[in-house]
């Protein structure tokens, strides 16, 4: 009887954990759009209300954390239970990573002249709409422990990098040309850079979901082509 109390008692633990990460991914997802459309539009106000949302998203990685090292002391998890518990905790710091990206990104809004001179401001919401899948997907793997799911988005990476490349070009080429709006430009090459490691810490999470999932690493994109 104690044993199923146990048993019950770690289940509900990881259910939570679950909970969690789902909002912050979730929470994290909403701040990366809302942030991409505050910037395009000067939005001022929308973006102040993504930097206050990164307050809730730490609080919740904070809960992951004491809710994780509690299971490792209290139930003692092994095997595929302790993957999943290291996991979770992993991944919360990098999700709430992601939120920070997002804020980031809307503190550049009061910070960009003359948006309609900017061929980048279409490319760069398009760039930001690859790493939203990503991050959404990456959460729906996590949540259905889908390993297939987790490959695929660290196969998506190489489109958000492609991405930044062309966005940088393109910005270097208007810098030079457009002297008056370097300080412009830079800021947006700030904002593609952030969108850049948002892809890059999807990817991390990927690569731990499919580690909890089966036992064994992503070590490097050799491994999937040859997969």
Excluded: C, W
Excluded at 29 to 52: F, H, R
Excluded at 147 to 155: G, I, P, S, T
């Amino acid at each position: 009887m104690a044993q199923e109390h146990t048993v019950k008692a770690f289940d509900e633990d990881i259910t939570r954990l679950r909970g969690l990460i789902a909002e912050m991914g979730g929470l994290a997802e909403v701040s990366l759009a809302e942030a991409m459309e505050a910037l395009v539009k000067g939005n001022s106000e929308l973006a102040k209300g993504v930097i206050a949302r990164d307050k809730r998203i730490d609080s919740l990685e904070a809960e992951v954390d004491k809710l994780a090292i509690r299971v490792i002391a209290l139930r003692a998890p092994m095997a595929d239970d302790l993957r999943e518990v290291i996991a979770a905790l992993k991944i919360a710091g990098v999700v709430e990573r992601i939120g920070d990206y997002a804020k980031n990104i809307a503190k550049s809004t009061d910070k960009i002249e003359g948006r309609k001179k900017f061929e980048p401001l279409t490319l760069i919401p398009a760039m930001a709409e690859v790493a939203g899948e990503m991050v959404h997907d990456v959460m729906t793997a996590f949540a259905a422990r889908d390993a297939a799911l987790a490959r695929e988005v660290v196969e998506r990476d190489d489109k958000v990098d492609a991405f930044y490349n062309s966005i940088f070009r393109n910005l270097v080429s208007h810098m030079i040309e457009n002297p008056s709006s370097i300080s412009s430009a830079a800021e947006l090459l700030f904002v593609a850079r952030n969108i850049e490691r948002i892809g890059d810490h999807a990817t991390n999470v990927a690569e731990m979901v499919h580690y909890a999932a089966t036992g064994s690493y992503l070590t490097d994109r050799e491994d999937l082509a040859g997969a």
